[in-house]
């Protein structure tokens, strides 16, 4: 800039104070909240997929749903798990949880104590929901339930002999099963489920997992990952679905709905700003051409 003269707008937007981007982001995510902005939300094909699975499978179809996560991808897993035990119960399914990390198996107490015992009050241990808790193993766990589950699972979380359960009776391994719910956001996790389950026994498998490693599984859908949601969004689908088909469902926690509208006015308003951090850059260099006489 030339000595005495004035910036414009731009320039001086161009150099503006990194604390004011953080303050507008800061309302932008604060504001939603305070006010409680909620958008409509229309459930994509990668997310109904799973929900119209569900949906379709009679009463008492075995669902197995694998706990690979840790408290801090909690925010966005647990509000997907929330709504898929809710899904399954709403339809009587029996479900199996179980766990490849190890810090998976509190996550899943939390699970049943939160949405099982206290909204589907007749739900019975043993008869309609199992804990199998965690196992060490990774992929290779995996690959021996595929043809034997009691060879690695003699009893549940609690030390009850699994021959001792109802719901063991019919099961000897992973084919038993009409689905198989991964959740998580690392390894082992999704893919192992179906490279070592899905595949090799034609057992549909779908997931939920954090919006970082959702990119990472697309290649696996629809051949061999039945649907898959990725992050925040994928749980606000699947909770809106569930809403709008079952709107018993509409009083309880919807976290995933809530977080939405907070996420999509702070990515607005970065968005915004790198337009016109953009817009502000080229202009000042086609002033500071002119100014020097160069085309």
């Given at each position: 800039?030339?000595n005495?003269?004035?910036?414009?707008?731009?320039?001086?937007?161009?150099?503006?104070?990194?604390?004011?981007?953080?303050?507008?982001?800061?309302?932008?995510?604060?504001?939603?909240?305070?006010?409680?902005?909620?958008?409509?939300?229309?459930?994509?094909?990668?997310?109904?997929?799973?929900?119209?699975?569900?949906?379709?499978?009679?009463?008492?179809?075995?669902?197995?749903?694998?706990?690979?996560?840790?408290?801090?991808?909690?925010?966005?897993?647990?509000?997907?798990?929330?709504?898929?035990?809710?899904?399954?119960?709403?339809?009587?399914?029996?479900?199996?949880?179980?766990?490849?990390?190890?810090?998976?198996?509190?996550?899943?107490?939390?699970?049943?104590?939160?949405?099982?015992?206290?909204?589907?009050?007749?739900?019975?241990?043993?008869?309609?929901?199992?804990?199998?808790?965690?196992?060490?193993?990774?992929?290779?766990?995996?690959n021996?339930?595929?043809?034997?589950?009691?060879k690695?699972?003699?009893?549940?979380?609690?030390?009850?002999?699994?021959?001792?359960?109802?719901?063991?009776?019919?099961?000897?391994n992973?084919?038993?099963?009409?689905?198989?719910?991964?959740?998580?956001g690392?390894?082992p996790?999704t893919?192992?489920?179906?490279?070592?389950?899905?595949?090799?026994?034609?057992?549909?498998?779908?997931?939920?997992?954090?919006?970082?490693?959702?990119?990472l599984?697309?290649?696996?859908?629809?051949?061999?990952?039945?649907?898959?949601?990725?992050?925040?969004?994928?749980?606000?689908?699947?909770?809106?679905?569930?809403?709008?088909?079952?709107?018993?469902?509409?009083?309880?926690?919807?976290?995933?709905?809530?977080?939405?509208?907070?996420?999509a006015?702070?990515?607005?308003?970065?968005?915004?700003?790198?337009?016109?951090?953009n817009?502000?850059?080229?202009?000042?260099?086609?002033?500071?051409?002119?100014?020097?006489?160069?085309?």
């Amino acid at each position: 800039m030339a000595n005495g003269e004035r910036p414009t707008f731009l320039e001086r937007v161009q150099a503006i104070d990194r604390r004011i981007i953080f303050l507008f982001v800061a309302l932008a995510v604060s504001l939603p909240l305070v006010f409680h902005v909620i958008f409509p939300e229309k459930i994509s094909p990668i997310v109904s997929s799973m929900f119209d699975r569900i949906e379709s499978l009679p009463e008492g179809s075995r669902v197995l749903i694998s706990f690979d996560y840790s408290p801090s991808t909690v925010p966005e897993v647990q509000p997907m798990v929330d709504a898929v035990v809710r899904h399954c119960a709403a339809r009587k399914q029996k479900l199996y949880l179980m766990a490849l990390w190890a810090t998976g198996q509190n996550i899943t107490d939390e699970t049943i104590h939160r949405v099982i015992e206290k909204e589907f009050p007749e739900y019975r241990y043993g008869e309609d929901y199992l804990n199998l808790g965690y196992k060490s193993g990774n992929q290779g766990l995996i690959n021996v339930i595929l043809t034997d589950m009691k060879k690695m699972y003699t009893t549940d979380v609690h030390g009850t002999a699994i021959d001792s359960i109802p719901m063991m009776a019919q099961i000897r391994n992973l084919r038993n099963f009409d689905i198989i719910f991964t959740f998580g956001g690392g390894f082992p996790g999704t893919k192992e489920w179906v490279l070592f389950a899905g595949d090799p026994g034609k057992i549909p498998v779908a997931s939920g997992v954090t919006a970082v490693q959702a990119p990472l599984l697309y290649p696996y859908y629809p051949s061999q990952l039945l649907g898959l949601m990725g992050g925040i969004k994928g749980a606000a689908e699947y909770e809106y679905e569930l809403i709008r088909r079952y709107p018993r469902f509409a009083n309880v926690a919807h976290p995933g709905i809530d977080m939405m509208g907070p996420q999509a006015v702070a990515h607005l308003v970065i968005m915004l700003f790198i337009v016109i951090g953009n817009i502000a850059y080229f202009a000042g260099r086609r002033r500071e051409a002119k100014r020097q006489g160069t085309p």
